[in-house]
């Protein structure tokens, strides 16, 4: 079955430190896979999203993120934190064939200034 | 400007009051999903429709009704609102085949439903 595991219920950075959230999926076959931010009090914003190719994918706000077929992962990086940047994080994935996406549980990031 | 509205975005009820959340895509996109949203559960999808006259079920339908009657619009009906279905609810448009595609999921900004 289908499944994403984010396994940081909450992450605290400081302002300035680089970032990595954590996602692991389980899909039967070659998974697309997403990541999306919850700013407070607003809908979700796709950050950035791997179908194939290149395994580091670029994302919008300074966001990449590494598809790692051997560990089931696709984890979310940024070099350089900005209190901006505090918010809810979700990993999802899907497939070519599929009409629907599964979402992990989030990650809430914490900022420090 | 391209937007996915709700509306209400806030309503506390009473259990067994029927309730009526809209929402509106002016996108032309194809397919629209609800979800909600609780604490520690992360995202659940309640309904989703590929087209206009299309629905189907997601993970969480119980208690839940949808129409597609217009490309545009897609309200999410309880006809007998119960306390579990206090949420934070969500609706999601997308072009072409849906979220699991290369078109991006939009996201309205959420209905906040309380019932008593």
């Known amino acids: 079955a289908q499944s994403v595991t984010q396994p940081d219920i909450h992450i605290t950075v400081s302002e300035g430190a680089s970032l990595e959230l954590r996602c692991n999926y389980s899909?039967?076959?070659?998974?697309?896979l997403f990541w999306y931010v919850q700013s407070p009090g607003q809908g979700l914003q796709l950050l950035l999203k791997?179908?194939?190719?290149?395994?580091l994918v670029q994302g919008i706000k300074g966001f990449e993120a590494e598809f790692k077929r051997s560990q089931s992962s696709f984890n979310l990086r940024k070099p350089s934190v900005h209190w901006s940047d505090a918010a809810e994080y979700f990993c999802?994935?899907?497939?070519?064939?599929?009409?629907?996406?599964?979402f992990g549980k989030g990650t809430r990031l914490h900022i420090l200034p | 400007e391209a937007q996915v509205t709700q509306n209400p975005r806030y309503l506390i009820t009473v259990t067994g009051k029927k309730l009526t959340v809209t929402c509106s895509q002016n996108?032309?996109?194809?397919?629209m999903s609800w979800y909600r949203q609780d604490p520690g559960l992360g995202l659940r999808q309640i309904y989703y429709?590929?087209?206009?006259?299309?629905?189907d079920k997601g993970d969480v339908p119980e208690g839940y009704k949808v129409s597609r009657k217009e490309k545009r619009n897609f309200p999410l009906i309880l006809e007998s609102p119960s306390p579990n279905q206090t949420s934070l609810y969500f609706c999601?448009?997308?072009?072409?085949?849906?979220?699991?595609?290369?078109?991006?999921?939009?996201f309205g900004p959420g209905t906040r439903l309380t019932v008593l």
């Open positions: 999601a448009s997308s072009a072409g085949g849906g979220p699991s595609s290369y078109n991006e999921q939009f």
């Open positions: 899909y039967g076959a070659t998974p697309y």
């Open positions: 791997y179908f194939s190719g290149d395994t």
């Open positions: 999802a994935v899907g497939g070519p064939r599929d009409d629907k996406i599964i």
């Open positions: 996108m032309n996109h194809e397919y």
């Open positions: 429709s590929m087209n206009v006259e299309v629905t």
